[in-house]
Nanobody, 121 residues
Framework: QVQLVESGGGLVQAGGSLTLSCAAS????????MGWYRQAPGKQREFVAR???????NYADSVKGRFTISRDNAKNTVYLQMNSLKPEDTAVYYC???????????????WGQGTQVTVSS
C-alpha cells in the first residue's frame, strides 16, 4: 500500500504563485513516475505534469512555461511550483504515482486525496 499526502493548496490572486507538495509513504520498493492532475467543478480530471525517476518532464500545454514539476527521490516527494496563476487554474489538484512494493511486482498507480487551489480574479 502506498499513501500520498498532498499539501500547499489555498487561495491566491491571479498572477500569484503556489507550491504543492506530495509525499509518498508505505510499502514502497521504488517509484517510477510521479505527477499531478486536476479537476475543476463540472469537468473531467485532466493531466497537468509528470516527472520520471530520472527527471524527464512533460506538461499540459495549458501550464507550460508557468508550472514546474520537480521531485526529491530520497524523500519520495514530488512538487509543483505554480506561477502566474490564472482563474482557470482553479481546481482540486491530485498527486499520482506509479510505485511498486517489491522488485517482482508491477508498478501500480496511486492517488492522493486532492488539495484545493483557488485563483481569484
Amino acid at each position: 500500500q502506498v499513501q500520498l499526502v498532498e499539501s500547499g493548496g489555498g487561495l491566491v490572486q491571479a498572477g500569484g504563485s503556489l507550491t504543492l507538495s506530495c509525499a509518498a509513504s508505505g510499502s514502497i520498493f521504488s517509484i517510477n513516475a510521479m505527477g499531478w492532475y486536476r479537476q475543476a467543478p463540472g469537468k473531467q480530471r485532466e493531466f497537468v505534469a509528470r516527472i520520471t525517476y530520472g527527471g524527464s518532464t512533460n506538461y499540459a500545454d495549458s501550464v507550460k512555461g508557468r508550472f514546474t514539476i520537480s521531485r526529491d527521490n530520497a524523500k519520495n516527494t514530488v512538487y509543483l511550483q505554480m506561477n502566474s496563476l490564472k482563474p482557470e487554474d482553479t481546481a482540486v489538484y491530485y498527486c499520482n504515482t506509479e510505485a511498486r512494493t517489491s522488485y517482482s511486482d508491477p508498478y501500480y498507480p496511486s492517488w492522493g486525496q486532492g488539495t484545493q487551489v483557488t485563483v481569484s480574479s
